[in-house]
């Protein structure tokens, strides 16, 4: 086992070199998953006893206090602040996120009430990650955030960054495959279906405080797989995005874009002219 030591000598001393104290992966998943069982508790959970729902709140905090720890040296404030200032905010929170099942609750009509959409929706749950980590990123909270949001991104293949600022009745139908990027804007009642994009036309380092991603005005539709990119792109009020579209600048207010192509239909087939193909 003489290896093992030796193995472990030299990453002590890597690590002496290059130090790194971060939250843990798994706290920040269990810090989610308790925030969402908080402001939407199952009925096997839920209780009306003001001890009960007391109960909740003060494990939420504490969780939040223990992520917060590692990172104690590069925070503004003392961590009983900041604690104490995100559990104030989480009813603005969770009224935004009945905004958003409301949404979604009018829009899909798959959906049959809002408890289907609040437990079973992913972008749903998309949603409710970016409220509740797009806090932290107002508090100039670092790391934590992004973990919150790569938690939900491999649990539903959406991708929202907590800087992103996100307006009142956001809709994601599906999900999978959508990307919004840290500098992007959307206003209200906003609706994007899966594999779309709102990224940067560049990536350069040197742009990380400018404005990269669009801007999308309010009553916007945007639908599956359309890429929208670049921080001075502007996508007009009440304007539909069709599937599949690449816009790198600005789109009027009621304006329809869409990708043009030709499909071909044969109605009928003259056996005669059938191409025999063999693999």
């Not at 998953?33 to 007391?54: D, G, V, W, Y």
């Not at 992520?67 to 104490?84: A, F, H, R, W, Y």
């Not at 107002?138 to 539903?156: F, Q, W």
């Not at 940067?200 to 639908?223: F, G």
């Amino acid at each position: 086992m003489n290896y093992l030591a030796k193995v472990m000598e030299e990453l002590q001393a890597s690590r002496e070199i290059n130090e790194l104290d971060l939250p843990s992966r798994d706290l920040t998943q269990t810090f989610v998953e308790e925030a969402m069982n908080t402001l939407f508790p199952i009925s096997a959970r839920r209780s009306k006893s003001h001890c009960a729902q007391e109960a909740l709140l003060i494990q939420l905090e504490t969780h939040l206090k223990l992520l917060l720890l590692p990172v104690k040296e590069e925070l503004n404030k003392p961590i009983d602040d900041l604690s104490k200032q995100f559990m104030l905010n989480l009813p603005k929170v969770y009224k935004a996120l009945l905004l958003d099942a409301q949404a979604i609750q009018d829009f899909d009509p798959a959906a049959r009430n809002l408890g289907e959409v609040i437990v079973s929706y992913p972008g749903f749950f998309a949603i409710m990650v970016y409220r509740l980590s797009h806090e932290l990123y107002l508090a100039n909270i670092p790391i934590i955030p992004r973990l919150m949001s790569e938690y939900a991104h491999s649990k539903t293949g959406i991708d929202i960054h907590p800087g992103a600022r996100i307006g009142e009745s956001f809709f994601i139908d599906h999900g999978t495959g959508v990307v919004i990027g840290e500098t992007a804007i959307i206003k209200h009642h906003v609706k994007i279906y899966q594999g779309v994009t709102l990224g940067a036309l560049q990536v350069k380092k040197s742009l990380a405080k400018k404005k990269r991603h669009p801007t999308v005005e309010d009553n916007v539709i945007i639908y599956s797989n359309a890429t929208i990119l670049g921080g001075e792109t502007i996508i007009g009020r009440n304007s539909v995005i069709g599937g599949n579209v690449w816009l790198t600048s600005s789109v009027d207010s009621n304006s329809l874009a869409y990708h043009s192509h030709k499909i071909k239909v044969r109605s009928s087939i003259n056996e005669n002219n059938i191409i025999d193909f063999q693999i």
